[in-house]
């Protein structure tokens, strides 16, 4: 097992456990603005990770084509580090336009 697969593993892992938080974020928050800022964060980070793990497999065989694969892989974490965010505010722009209430304690129920 080469450095490059145990990097691999540790990226993949640890975007695994970001997709995971991010799920349990969703499930867990009480209004649309909260879960909207745990998928939009974990997300974003969970998917540059796993496409940095992938990126990582893929140098281990090492050649021309390789390199050009994880070249575009990175591309892709790039594009998608920068999208998500922009995405996540976009649509919490169009939640506040439209009128969606944040919740509010009020006596410790959620709604």
């Known amino acids: 097992m080469t450095i490059l697969s145990v990097l691999a593993i540790i990226l993949m892992l640890l975007g695994l456990f970001f ?3 991010g799920t349990i974020g969703l499930l ?3 209004d649309f603005y ?3 800022h745990a998928a939009g964060k974990c997300d974003s980070l969970a998917a540059v990770l796993m496409i940095a793990g992938m990126a990582a497999y893929n140098l281990e065989s090492f050649s021309f084509g390789t390199l050009l694969v994880s070249a575009k892989l990175f591309l892709i974490a790039a594009f998608v580090f920068v999208t ?3 995405a996540t505010h976009a649509i919490t722009e169009a939640a506040l336009v439209l009128g969606v ?3 509010k304690r009020t006596g410790g129920k959620r709604p």
Request: hydrophobic content about 40%; proline content about 20%.
């Open 84 to 86: 998500s965010p922009t």
């Open 28 to 30: 867990r928050l009480p």
């Open 34 to 36: 909260s879960r909207l």
């Open 19 to 21: 997709f995971l938080a």
């Open 101 to 103: 209430k944040p919740w």
